[in-house]
């Protein structure tokens, strides 16, 4: 399995990006899952539907399945927050690529999401885990890096940067649970 983070700024263009390179990774055959960082308070469970209605009573998993798709909803009795090595740990373990998005704190390898129009500083000076930039303005980057610099509206040029990257990738749960 190959763990590649996506770290920047609300309104970066993350989400845009990672939902791109899933079709791009795709073609190639590679069965692709998401992790995804919320920030708040967050449902994808809809008021009345039984998954609900059992979560609502108190159950602490629901497990919801069907032909085609599976779903599992946790509710902590208490505030926790798991790391990221703890919900890629959750995976299939049949996935080629984990796609995680937010995390930015991670020490996953990263490619920082950078739009010098957002007003935002960059981060890939202080994080030695971030491996390439994606950018719209490489010509306005603050200061000049040996990491490669990627075309942030291009996702397949991203893609291929992975695809040829793969070693840098690569990802082993036990180094990471110990």
């Known amino acids: 399995m190959k763990v590649v983070g996506f770290a920047g700024y609300s309104g970066s263009g993350k989400t845009t990006l990672v939902e791109k390179l899933i079709p791009a990774l795709k073609l190639h055959g590679l069965r692709v899952s998401v992790v995804k960082h ?3 308070s967050f449902d994808i469970d809809l008021p009345g539907k039984d998954t609900h209605r059992h979560r609502e009573a108190g159950a602490f998993e629901v497990v919801v399945a069907s ?10 009795e208490q505030s926790a927050e798991l790391t990221v090595h703890q919900l890629i740990a959750e995976l299939y373990e049949g996935v080629d690529w984990v796609l995680v998005e937010g995390f930015k704190h991670s020490d996953l390898p990263k490619i920082e999401i950078w739009r010098a ?3 935002q500083p960059t981060r890939y000076m202080d994080d030695e885990f971030i491996v390439a930039i ?7 980057l603050p200061e000049a890096t040996l990491r490669p610099v990627l075309d942030l509206n291009n996702p397949d040029a991203v893609a291929d940067y992975l695809l040829n990257n793969p070693d840098r990738f690569r990802y ?4 990471r649970l110990a």
């Open 38 to 40: 919320a920030h708040h």
């Open 67 to 76: 032909q085609n798709r599976l779903a599992l909803m946790r509710e902590f």
């Open 117 to 119: 129009s957002s007003g």
């Open 134 to 140: 994606a950018t719209d303005s490489p010509e306005q």
């Open 172 to 175: 082993c749960f036990e180094d």
